[in-house]
């Protein structure tokens, strides 16, 4: 899947020049960010359940 995407990425460089595919970097990096933060938060909401159920 990732040499599908990287051809198709290549293309698009190709296609629209680069200042355009480092636009997209640059999305995918951001979208690559917020949800390793979104599940860095649910992991810990559930040891936090957890924690808490053992307690009970």
Same mark, same amino acid.
């Given at each position: 899947?990732?040499? =599908?995407?990287?051809?198709?990425?290549?293309?698009?460089?190709?296609?629209?020049?680069?200042?355009?595919?480092?636009?997209?970097?640059?999305?995918?990096?951001? =979208? $690559?960010? =917020?949800?390793?933060?979104?599940? =860095?938060?649910?992991?810990?909401?559930?040891?936090?359940?957890? $924690?808490?159920?053992?307690?009970?």
């Amino acid at each position: 899947m990732g040499t =599908l995407f990287g051809g198709v990425m290549e293309y698009n460089s190709m296609y629209f020049g680069f200042a355009f595919l480092y636009l997209l970097a640059l999305g995918f990096y951001s =979208l $690559a960010w =917020l949800f390793s933060r979104r599940s =860095l938060s649910l992991k810990g909401a559930g040891l936090r359940q957890a $924690a808490g159920a053992g307690q009970a």
